[in-house]
């Protein structure tokens, strides 16, 4: 009885093409077998190039993946893990984290490199995803807390005020009144994400802008220049409109805010940037594309001591400020599986959402 012939190398890795780590399956005697779509792009060399030579040359110190190749064959470890610099031609080397895995076929070994620019920030979005998660939590028995005695105190203030017949002794009691409905539509705000239902429908991610810009050219009419820097190949994705108006407008509205002294100036701008985003992998999921959003602003940038606590609750850098903006934006983007991200320096700060896309 025949058998078939074993399927080439590039058939039977093909899928790991579709990821956007960097994967090459090695020999144990460190030839490479086959090398993935994203570590041809990362090297700057075809895969032709690289299949039949030793592996260990692609990197700055080859003797560390010698020996762990050694490690293997001696079945000193199932899986090793490492830093190291990846080779790139004349561009500076690539640093990334090496996983080193055995696979079910004997002497042969699968190398996953993971830049380190992309685990750490795999790692500041599970951080993020954690902190939103408690923020929630915090958010929900905190506003619980606060509403029932605020009504009880707004009930004895309006009770009071019947039966005192004092002017001044009124007024305190509008006082009191008065602040209990400020402190009401606080907690409000703080529980509307957590109350309001999610409406799912067909979104443009150009209509959501066009819409936020208007909102801020009505408020800001004169000094305010609004940039659109679109990439029209973007498709409409399912999601919730107005929560992702709401998250675009409250980031933008900061933005606005923060341009106080270049407004005086004349020279205040706003730039809404979308293109498409490849292969990318966000709250641990894979996406074979995805949606960014910029918001770049040129004002003063997000001080050093807030750009690690911008997305807590009640947390702002703008006198007068709620502090809820952007917490309420992250959750709102989190529903729909994406995140948002800041880079501020001063004279530039941008904050990126990213959304999966079909």
Known sequence: MAFGKPAPASKRFQAFDLLATLIAVIRDDGTLLFA????????????????????????????????????????????????????RGAQEPLPVQ??????????????EMSPQEQQARQDREERLLGQAQANKELIRNLAHEIKNPLGGIRGAAQLLQMEVDSRDLVEYTQVIIHEADRLQTLVDRLL?????????????????????????????PHDLEI???????IPEFRGDREQLI???????????????????????????RTRVARQVILNKQWYRLALELHVIDNGPGVPDGLKDRIFYPLVSGREGGTGLGLTLAQTFVQQ?????????????TDFKITIPLP
Do not use: W
């Open 36 to 87: 993935n779509s994203a570590l041809e792009d990362a090297m700057g060399i075809s895969r032709r190039t690289l299949e039949g030579a030793p592996f260990s040359q692609s990197f700055m110190e080859p003797n560390v993946l010698l020996t762990a190749i050694a490690g293997a064959r001696s079945n000193d470890f199932a899986t090793l893990r490492y830093e190291a610099f990846v080779r």
């Open 98 to 111: 090496v996983t080193l895995a055995q696979t079910d076929r004997a002497g042969e070994l699968v190398v």
């Open 192 to 220: 509307a994400p957590h109350r309001r239902p999610h409406v799912v429908g067909d979104v443009n991610v150009h209509e959501v802008c066009e819409r936020v810009r208007s909102v801020l050219l009505a408020e800001f």
């Open 227 to 233: 940039d659109r820097d679109f990439d029209p190949s």
């Open 246 to 272: 709401q998250a675009t407008l409250n980031i933008a509205h900061n933005a606005a805010q923060a341009l106080t002294e270049r407004r005086a100036a004349g020279d205040a701008k706003i730039i809404f």
């Open 336 to 348: 729909h599986h994406g995140v948002i991200e800041c880079d501020s320096v001063p004279g530039r």
